[in-house]
């Protein structure tokens, strides 16, 4: 079995040479095994709370979850911190959400049969590995299975739901098939959870390396039809039709979209899944020429991600992300665009959200079936480079809040903003020079 880190080995010996038992357990033992880096090492121990306090001077407690937290660096640099939970056992779980306290257990065996999943149910002392639910023969076959029994596990706790497929987009693993029937079967439970919760684990499978996959599950365990209603429905919304590229449902096309997106974040994907979902609202089919359309799908797109983004409790910034990439996905990447239309574009989406945006439409393209490689996109990707050289930000005119001020003897206040994205505009629109005698002769006549 692996070596551990001096500085974790040496942290274990602290407890050992009191007497006490102290185990590896968790996410770090999974990724010990799975030849992972580990990035958080949490412990069991028989030593309690108050006990492990005692022993090092810098540790903090958490009461909810019976955690002590211990500061230790790792390198000259980086410190992380440990945490340590005493034995626990499951108590009472009356509301499929919290135990109604926590009880402490005797051994390390019924610590164990508390967890969640196999391959997380497995204990490291530094020489043996203690694995009564077989973990680790999940992780060979690549497996997430429920310790004991599955319906029980996920009426306990219904952020088990998520965490399944959270881990398995993370490891690429297959989900066991009792374990997936019993998340089909308590899928509805995920209502009893708070959005801040979900919305941590769905982040984390947008985050993972098969967030495709990941949705793929949460659709069809029917998880989905809880968290992103908007998205079931539509894989019910046909738009093949006459003289029309689709080859897929929305719905199909949506999760394939997701699938060829080269962005890593979490927000341009989640976005990249959502975009088209206002078609659902707007799809038409005309009578006679079987033809399909969805005008103003994005208009309808752009409401429902903002509420989308009020559902997950997205911070402003991530919500502002998500909403304009929604709003803004449906440009026109031709080379007959003017370059005021390409500013035009620039300054709805922002640059900060440029690549974002190039990288949904990537993902848009490829997830319709088209061949991943085509001049015209490539040709729109240079053009908006080079109008991003010439200048187009407020901060880029000739003149600035000041200049405003003195020439019309205002204080500060918001009256010279308007002003100065005034003169910004009819730059853009190439009604006045941006040249400082201009842009001074045209505040006068303000
Ligand atoms: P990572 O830290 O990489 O996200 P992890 O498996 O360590 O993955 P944590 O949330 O840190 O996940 O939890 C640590 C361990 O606590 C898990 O491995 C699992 O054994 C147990 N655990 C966490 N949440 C639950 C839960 N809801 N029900 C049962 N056991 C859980
Ligand atoms: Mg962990």
């Not at 060979?140 to 497929?165: H, P, Q, W």
């Not at 209603?229 to 590229?245: L, N, V």
């Amino acid at each position: 079995m692996k070596i551990l880190p001096k500085s974790v080995s040496d942290f274990m010996d602290a407890f050992k040479n009191q007497g006490f038992q102290i185990y590896v357990v968790g996410g770090a033992v999974r990724d010990l095994l799975l030849g992972k880096e580990v990035k958080n090492w949490d412990f069991a121990t028989n030593a309690t709370p108050d006990k492990i306090l005692s022993l090092f001077p810098d540790a903090f407690y958490n009461n909810t979850y019976g955690t002590v937290s211990i500061p230790v660096s790792m390198t000259r640099e980086s410190s992380l911190l440990f945490e340590v939970t005493p034995f626990r056992k499951e108590g009472e779980y009356k509301d499929s959400r919290h135990p109604e306290k926590i009880t402490w257990a005797k051994t390390l065996e019924e610590d164990l049969g508390r967890r969640d999943f196999t391959i997380n149910s497995i204990a490291y002392d530094g020489q043996n590995l203690v694995d009564p639910f077989s973990g680790q023969k999940d992780i060979l076959n690549r497996l997430i299975t429920a310790v004991g029994d599955a319906n029980k596990r996920f009426s306990e706790d219904a952020l088990r739901l998520m965490r399944a497929i959270r881990l398995a987009s993370q490891l690429g693993f297959l989900i066991d098939d009792r374990t997936r029937l019993a998340i089909e079967k308590n899928a509805r439970l995920i209502e009893k959870i708070s959005w801040e919760r979900i919305r941590d684990e769905f982040l984390k499978i947008m985050a993972s390396d098969h967030p495709y996959e990941g949705v793929l599950f949460l659709h069809n365990t029917g998880l989905l039809a809880f968290i992103l209603p908007e998205i079931d429905i539509c894989f019910a919304i046909p738009q093949k039709s006459p003289k029309r590229h689709h080859i897929y449902d929305v719905g199909t096309h949506l999760v394939m979209s997701l699938k060829n997106c080269p962005s890593r974040d979490p927000i341009t994907r989640f976005a990249t899944l959502i975009h088209d979902i206002g078609k659902a609202q707007t799809f038409r089919r005309d009578e006679k020429t079987q033809l399909i359309t969805f005008y103003n799908h994005e208009v309808v797109g752009k409401k429902l991600a903002e509420k989308i983004a009020e559902r997950f409790r997205l911070s402003n910034k991530q919500k502002e992300k998500l909403v304009k990439l929604v709003q803004f996905h449906q440009f026109t990447v031709s080379e007959i665009q003017t370059d005021k239309a390409v500013r035009r574009f620039i300054r709805n989406i922002g640059p900060e959200y440029l690549q974002d945006i190039i990288d949904l439409r990537f993902g848009d393209r490829i997830g319709s079936g088209a061949k991943p490689d085509s001049w015209r996109f490539d040709l729109f990707r240079k053009r908006l480079l080079e109008v991003q050289k010439e200048p187009f930000q407020i901060k880029d005119l000739k003149i600035n809040g000041n200049d405003v001020m003195n020439a019309l003897k205002l204080k500060p206040g918001p009256r010279v903003g308007k002003i100065l994205k005034k003169l910004f505009d009819d730059v853009i629109e190439n009604k006045i020079k941006n040249e400082k005698n201009d842009l001074l002769q045209s505040i006068n006549r303000l």
